[in-house]
């Protein structure tokens, strides 16, 4: 039993991660009907940003302050969301007007841009994250979790309760869901969809750095692939979640997280990958539209 | 603009053509020897060290005069840590630059990918530490100068189960490296044989970040101390991790844990562990202290042993190679000479003499081929306490 409640906690943890990636999928395919297969390169990004900022600020090793753990996480938002809007800008905006397929081909090469990229400005052997917060471990009746874990489901819960709070309360995201529901209707009543485009973009990408920031806290090795497979499985997060929904690829996101290590734990970990794969291909059979998508017909 | 297009076209063609002539020239007065290594990407310590030891020790033979006259020139190749990497840059070493030899891997899998191609070619190949004892059978032409994992295994149980007095182990390997899978299992096989029991066995793959899943698993099994035969990388992540989850018995391994970097990741997660080496590098025999102060000279760093074995590999071929020279020097011209039919037989002449090293002085002990071209040497066992490499002992084979 106690080792179903660790197994349980470390996937929460794991899976707010990609719940984090998974929103900045859905947000984008909510408003352009774009899978941005760049987005889990932005999360590499979002890491590899926080630990040059870590490194310029000294921050870490002898005296962790969470102050500056903060400021670094901000800062690597800050720098993500900026090359969100410049990868919309250069990359997508001119092939906006063509077919989803043209838009969908680009993603992937934005991809590899940036992973090569990556592997020439970074380096291909992998980095290790400085600590920014003192590493304890804590016994919640038996089952072990760190500070870490916990600054990981803290964060993503605050990042996700203000992002709906965003969508559903602001004129901005109440422009964010016109645009989404239709995106000529709102261009005529006023709506600058350029710019909610590019805010769009700019707030997937902060939380995807926030996740690479996360992820280099908890697990300290980053490398400049690192974004492929959590970019893949926080992809099926949000098919499962139902893509375009924000309150699915959250659940998607936790769901992916657990069941990942439900497999690892009690079948083998070899299947570690291979579950993401079985649940869309589920998901696809089942319910094509997910766990909280609407079922709407294309019009031909 | 047509027009000048057309010079810059004439200057890169001219440029090309130069650069082939002083190729050609090249070649003929050197000994070209072929290095692969894993200069960057997951163990990019292993081939870095390698590629330390292989250049102090050819340095040294060139500023001595080099063999019989001629100077070695190293073409170093890196395989990012990936097997078909290793492959294609073995390809590249044999086909374009014509090695006589080459040197590498760390890396059982990746000794694996390149060593059938050196066999095809009939070009000797030394790997200085890849332990898998499948490597060596790839063929005649691949030797290696480092013990082989069924030893490394027995001497691994030998000590957790007659040393530190431990019963039950658990197994944590990675499922994608040859090495690893054939460490745990000949560890499994003597550890048995010595009655003790291994009471979970689990995998991860190289590359992963999270290993916690299978560390509660391993936790709930209470085992004495936890086998990790891998890589330097993961085997920190994991201690790491296996101390949050509050699991405090000591992790074993063997030479994938040799690394400047272990401790750096790992912190004091590994402190009360213990693993096998190849040499300790404050023995106090003058000949490795002599290398030891030359390295750091060089360097400014103290080698690993992965560096010594580089450096004992670069040594049996030297060796090879002068000795090639003294019994058929007309064999040495053409080996050395421009590419031709000729050469087959000059290294296979080669190949025989690298299989026959007897009692070659290492740093890493007396280095004697047996008949799989597998050396016979002692382990040595260290252990790590505060952060600090401590000598435990050494096993004879």
Same mark, same amino acid.
């Given at each position: ?167 559903? $309360? ?12 239709? $995106? ?117 | ?9 004439? =200057? ?108 095809? =070619? ?276």
């Amino acid at each position: 039993m106690q080792e179903l409640l660790q197994q349980l906690a470390n996937g929460i943890a794991w899976g707010s991660i990609y719940a984090l990636i998974a929103l900045g999928y859905t947000m984008v395919y909510g408003i352009l009907r774009l899978i941005n297969f760049a987005h889990g390169d932005i999360y590499m990004v979002g890491a590899f940003a926080a630990y040059y900022l870590a490194r310029l600020t000294n921050a870490g090793g002898a005296n962790p302050s969470p102050a500056l753990a903060l400021a670094i996480l901000l800062g690597s938002m800050l720098i993500c969301a900026l090359l969100g809007v410049a990868m919309e800008y250069f990359a997508y905006r001119p092939v906006r007007k063509s077919s989803r397929l043209t838009a969908l081909i680009t993603a992937i090469g934005v991809s590899l841009f940036l992973e090569n990229l990556g592997i020439r400005l970074f380096g291909a052997d992998p980095k290790f994250f400085p600590q920014l917060i003192a590493p304890r471990s804590i016994s919640l009746g038996g089952v072990m979790v760190t500070n870490h874990q916990i600054t990981v489901v803290i964060v993503s819960v605050l990042l996700m309760v203000s992002l709906s709070l965003f969508i559903q $309360r602001t004129r901005t995201g109440k422009a964010m869901r016109a645009v989404s529901f239709n $995106r000529d209707a709102a261009s005529l009543m006023g709506i600058p969809v350029n710019r909610i485009i590019t805010i769009t973009f700019a707030i997937g990408s902060a939380l995807a750095a926030a996740a690479g920031v996360l992820v280099g806290l908890t697990n300290p090795k980053i490398e400049p692939l690192m974004g492929i497979m959590p970019g893949v499985k926080a992809f099926v997060a949000a098919v499962l979640g139902g893509i375009g929904s924000v309150p699915g690829a959250v659940i998607g996101g936790l769901l992916m997280g657990v069941s990942e290590y439900l497999v690892v734990g009690y079948l083998s970990s070899t299947y570690r990958d291979a579950i993401a794969f079985v649940i869309l291909i589920l998901v696809l059979l089942v319910k094509p539209a997910g766990l909280f998508g609407r079922n709407i017909a294309e019009k031909v | 603009m047509i027009r000048r297009n057309g010079t810059a076209y004439l =200057a890169v063609l001219l440029g090309f053509a130069l650069a082939a002539v002083a190729g050609c020239a090249k070649q003929s007065n050197e000994i070209p020897v072929g290095v692969y290594g894993s200069l960057t990407g997951t163990t990019a310590t292993f081939g870095i060290s390698s590629k330390q030891g292989i250049e102090l020790f050819i340095e040294g033979v060139n500023q001595a005069g080099g063999v019989a006259g001629t100077k070695v020139r190293l073409i170093i190749e890196d395989d990012q840590s990936k097997p078909e990497e290793a492959a294609t840059a073995v390809q590249k070493l044999i086909d374009q630059d014509g090695v006589v030899a080459v040197l590498g891997e760390v890396a059982s899998s990746r000794s694996m990918a390149a060593a059938p191609i050196c066999q095809q =070619a009939g070009v000797p190949m030394i790997t200085p530490s890849s332990t898998n004892p499948k490597v060596t059978e790839l063929g005649d032409y691949i030797s290696r100068v480092c013990y082989i994992d069924p030893f490394q295994g027995m001497v691994i149980a030998k000590f957790a189960r007659q040393t530190l007095g431990l019963a039950k182990a658990a197994v944590l390997r990675d499922n994608k490296n040859d090495y690893s899978v054939g460490l745990a299992n000949y560890f499994t096989e003597s550890f048995h044989a010595m009655g003790g029991t291994v009471v979970v066995d689990e995998a991860y793959s190289e590359g992963d970040q999270d290993f916690k899943a299978q560390l509660t698993v391993i936790k709930a099994k209470r085992p004495d101390f936890i086998m990790v035969p891998g890589y330097y990388t993961e085997v920190a992540l994991i201690a790491r991790q296996a101390r949050e989850l509050g699991i405090t018995v000591p992790l074993l391994g063997g030479d994938g844990w040799v690394s400047d970097r272990l401790l750096d990741i790992a912190q004091d997660a590994l402190n009360g562990s213990y693993f096998v080496s190849h040499y300790w590098e404050k023995d106090p025999n003058p000949a490795i202290q002599k290398f030891v102060a030359d390295y750091r000279a060089r360097y400014n760093s103290t080698p690993d042993a992965l560096a010594a074995l580089a450096y004992d590999a670069a040594g049996v071929l030297v060796h090879a190679l002068e000795a090639l020279n003294e019994e058929d020097a007309a064999a040495f011209k053409t080996l050395i000479g421009p590419r031709g039919d000729k050469q087959t037989a000059a290294r296979a002449k080669l190949r025989a003499l690298i299989a026959g090293t007897k009692d070659y002085p290492g740093v890493t002990g007396r280095i004697t081929l047996d008949a799989k071209r597998n050396a016979v040497k002692t382990a040595t066992f260290l252990g790590i306490k505060d952060r600090q490499y401590e000598f435990v002992a050494v096993v004879e084979p």
